[in-house]
């Protein structure tokens, strides 16, 4: 019940965090993240495909946040896969950047793609996959805060999930 409590606390903050930009190499918030979640992998077969990522100018402390989110998630949903094969990559589309992270995980269904981000929303019984139900949220709020969007695609097997930026 903390946990949820805390998470709660932290989607509420969000609103009132002050944006603090500055260009920031993406690919170095990825391996520290990456690091972070060490301790979580353990001695899993996990395969990482990181692509260059570009640098833009975003609030480093939130984007980690976001990343952290996403590959916890990736990393959650791959558990029941012998070999977990996690992607993060980029391209350009209609003037933006878009930014995904893959996975050759559960996936869900794409009728339940409108819930995926949003408070609460979980799209897997909670016996099979721990969680709160926030984190997506959390993306969510913090890519709105930088002006730009998110979605999914839940192919079976697997998950992509994209946000979006016109930020440079």
């Known amino acids: 019940m903390g946990l949820l409590v805390d998470e709660l606390?932290?989607?509420?903050?969000l609103g009132r965090h002050a944006l603090n930009l500055q260009r920031a190499e993406l690919?170095?918030?990825?391996?520290?993240?990456v690091s972070l979640?060490?301790?979580?992998?353990?001695?899993?077969?996990?395969t990482w495909k990181i692509e260059k990522l570009p640098s833009m100018?975003?609030?480093p402390i939130l984007v980690k946040q976001v990343f952290q989110n996403l590959?916890?998630?990736?990393?959650?949903?791959?558990?029941?896969?012998?070999?977990?094969?996690?992607?993060?990559?980029?391209?350009?589309?209609?003037?933006?950047?878009?930014?995904f992270v893959?996975?050759?995980?559960?996936?869900?269904?794409?009728?339940c793609k409108e819930k995926l981000f949003g408070v609460f929303q979980r799209l897997h019984r909670p016996e099979d996959f721990e969680g709160t139900g926030i984190g997506l949220a959390t993306v969510q709020r913090?890519?709105?805060?930088?002006?730009?969007?998110?979605?999914?695609g839940g192919?079976?097997?697997?998950?992509?999930?994209?946000?979006?930026?016109?930020?440079?």
């Not at 690919?27 to 993240?33: F, G, M, R, T």
Request: hydrophobic share 35%.
């Open 71 to 99: 590959l916890a998630n990736a990393l959650k949903f791959t558990r029941p896969r012998d070999q977990a094969v996690i992607e993060i990559g980029w391209r350009e589309q209609a003037g933006e950047r878009l930014i």
């Open 37 to 46: 979640l060490q301790p979580e992998i353990g001695s899993r077969a996990v």
């Open 57 to 59: 100018q975003c609030d």
């Open 27 to 33: 690919n170095s918030i990825v391996e520290e993240v």
């Open 102 to 111: 893959r996975d050759n995980g559960v996936g869900f269904s794409m009728k």
């Open 9 to 13: 606390l932290n989607l509420a903050r």
């Open 142 to 152: 913090i890519v709105h805060k930088h002006g730009g969007g998110y979605g999914g």
């Open 155 to 168: 192919t079976r097997p697997g998950g992509d999930i994209q946000v979006h930026s016109r930020r440079r």
